[in-house]
């Protein structure tokens, strides 16, 4: 597998490190080539690393045209700094748009 995260950090802080020690065991033994998380803000991401002493190699975040770009900014930054890859999802905006039948939806329906 090249890559396995943790979706969300609902479970909670001591679940969620459970769970991240899992993701490290797995890379350890070499059934993923790489770890991370999504969802999570920095703070929580700072949890995992100090509960475990490992850090995400990747953090996936929302990303499309309505994404606020100082939020963006700041989070590429932060990864930038601890040398976490960031990736996107949601990119054209997720089916909410489409759903809404709003221009935006119309539009970004036609370019995908």
Do not use: C
């Amino acid at each position: 597998l090249d890559l396995l995260l943790i979706h969300s950090p609902k479970l909670g802080r001591k679940k969620t490190a459970e769970l991240w020690k899992g993701l490290i065991d797995a890379k350890d033994s070499g059934k993923v080539r790489a770890i991370g998380v999504s969802n999570m803000n920095f703070g929580e991401i700072s949890d995992l690393e100090a509960a475990t002493g490992v850090a995400p190699e990747v953090s996936q975040i929302q990303f499309h045209p309505w994404t606020p770009i100082q939020w963006v900014d700041l989070v590429s930054k932060l990864a930038r700094e601890k040398k976490i890859v960031t990736t996107a999802y949601t990119s054209l905006g997720g089916s909410r748009f489409r759903a809404a039948g709003s221009h935006w939806g119309d539009a970004l329906s036609e370019i995908a």
